[in-house]
């Protein structure tokens, strides 16, 4: 059986530094925003090239923190792509602002610049771009559009760690950006974990306080904050797993290229353009008997996974706000889409025996 992802696997180039740098905590008796966590900010602050980094509990948290700083008035508009993960809807909702929903582009999967204006009005504060399946948006106009409206940029890099847009990291664009650490992400904590970085020293702030009870001085709480602080494990294995991420990426690039030159074009591949250094966290391609081609890839014991089977505005979660639209690119895609085995844990005889049998259907 090929699994779509394997995390022992994954894991187990790095154990003997885990192990070690687990036991230097262990040993140490701290374990909450201690120095490994101010080491692991300064050290990803530094390759996503930003001034700062923020450690959170969780993806969501580190969307939901960025929204939360911004400090918008009740029932602001911001403007997300439809097809998104539905974490980066809910942290909109969750800080009691009004999500739009703008259509992705069919070929990259990521919010259409030139859909963007149309739904701009008085209320839009700001836009949330989310670098889907570990390709960068289409940012220099996503940023003239910005700046010309006066609105703020929030980057959502849970599958972008690396990935770069003309040579720059993402996570580096906007006001903030949200990293998660999920244990699947190429950069994968043991647990839940996530970061804020941003450029700006009084959203970094703010940051802190929210993600510790509102306080930067413990028992006074200058705002109604959260408990959402990276823990002293998640900071030191990332840490060790951080200096590898570049390894990762490549190695995934190199699983990726296999797919391109190999897979049949009966498969709907990912589009691949000289200004985005794409880091495939997720290798997706599309079929209209999608369902069918996933069984018959099970049946040859080959896993793969739907990411995502039902867009944000079909799922009761979100019922109410989108009550009278139609989002037409986001159900194609939703409706056809199929991620590929592509870890840091899989050979490339793995990718050739999925292609192999991909081929024959």
Known sequence: MIEYENLIKVNQKFRDELLESFKTVLDSGWFILGKNVTEFENDFAKYVGTKSCVGVGSGLDALTLSVKSLNLEKGSEILVPSNTYIATILAIIHCNLKPVLVEPDINTYNIDPDKIEEKINSNTKAILVVHLYGKSCDMDPIINMANKNDLKIIEDCAQSHGAKYKNKVTGSFGDMAAFSFYPTKNLGAFGDAGCVTTNNESYTQILKQLRNYGSNIK???????????????????????????????????????????????????????????????????????????????????????????????????????????????????????????????????????????????
């Open 219 to 361: 028992y006074q709480n200058e705002l109604a904050g959260f408990n959402s602080r990276m823990d002293e494990i998640q900071a030191a294995l990332l840490k060790i797993k951080l200096k590898h991420l570049d390894d990762i990426n490549s190695h995934k690039r190199n699983l990726a290229k296999i797919y391109f030159e190999n897979l049949k074009d009966d498969f709907i591949k990912p589009v691949i353009d000289k200004d985005y250094y794409d880091i495939y966290h997720i290798y997706c391609i599309r079929h209209p008997k999608r369902n069918e081609l996933k069984d018959y890839l099970l049946k040859n014991e080959i896993k793969t996974e739907i990411h995502y089977p039902i867009p944000p505005y079909k799922q009761n979660a979100t019922k109410g706000f989108w009550e009278s639209e139609t989002f037409p690119v986001s159900d194609e895609i939703h409706n056809t889409i199929l991620s590929l085995p592509i870890s840091y844990g899989h050979t490339e005889d793995d990718i050739y025996k999925v292609i192999e049998v991909m081929n024959k259907f």
